[in-house]
């Protein structure tokens, strides 16, 4: 049994006495051939339910009734698969299978200026005006909040300028809402140092809405450490 519907000559059947389907359209729309194979857009389906059309990127959509949001996926005309949630493309596999997902929380930021003669005694924000990049919007005023409970990859590295060796430690941090994470060192090399690189990268656990910022701490000693332009702070939701 097989049944083809078309909008110019009607309903074509095989093994079927009478018609059911009706369609205004000037191609074949739907058709079920003799395996039991749907076809929508095609008169030959390739598989149990075989979707196609020539130019769209939307091959099938759901909209909630009541918000009129929809959801949807599709293959594009360059063979990508696109998958849209809240009306907007959220998850992109190409042709090479690459796949990207453009509203994926990731953010990497840096200073635009020296943060110079850092007080000593105090825990001090670390301060990154320029975002290199802030996909999905998570990072402002030197803090980054995760928009969904999960982990999270956060990662420092910061280029510290005229250590005073006379300081007892120096401490830099990511402080999150949940924990903090640590890198301390002594800075005393027998001289002030002229440069040094601390730096960390953490797997955090962070609930919706939690915050996370990098920290500077100086134990004694005198206020002449600088953090220079070539530090920067980054992160991604990983699961």
């Keep these: 049994m097989s049944i083809t519907l078309n909008g110019t000559t009607g309903v074509t059947t095989t093994g079927l006495t009478s018609n059911g389907i009706d369609d205004n359209a000037t191609s074949t729309a739907i058709t079920i051939d003799a395996l039991e194979n749907v076809g929508i857009g095609t008169s030959s389906p390739a598989a149990l ?133 640590e890198s301390i060192f002594d800075p005393d090399f027998g001289q002030d140092a002229q440069y040094w690189n601390p730096s960390l990268g953490v797997l955090a656990d962070m609930d919706a809405n939690d915050t996370a910022r990098v920290t500077f701490f100086q134990g004694v000693g005198a206020a002449q450490t600088d953090i220079h332009t070539q530090s920067h702070f980054s992160g991604y939701l990983v699961a």
Excluded at 81 to 105: C, F, K, W
Excluded at 134 to 152: E, K, L
Aim: charged share 15%; with cysteine.
């Design 49 to 181: 339910l075989d979707l196609k059309h020539n130019s769209a990127s939307t091959h099938l959509r759901l909209t909630e009734n009541t918000s009129g949001n929809w959801s949807a996926f599709g293959v594009d005309t360059s063979d990508n698969l696109r998958m849209y949630v809240n009306n907007s493309e959220r998850m992109r596999i190409d042709a090479n299978g690459a796949v990207t997902m453009p509203h994926q929380p990731a953010f990497l930021a840096r200073p635009v200026s020296n943060q110079n003669n850092i007080a000593v005694g105090s825990h001090i924000d670390v301060v990154f005006g320029t975002e290199v990049f802030d996909q999905n919007s998570d990072f402002t005023s030197n803090t980054f909040t995760a928009p969904v409970a999960g982990r999270y990859q956060l990662n420092f590295s910061l280029r510290l300028q005229e250590m005073d060796s006379a300081a007892s430690y120096i401490m830099c941090k990511i402080v999150t809402s949940n924990r903090d994470y």
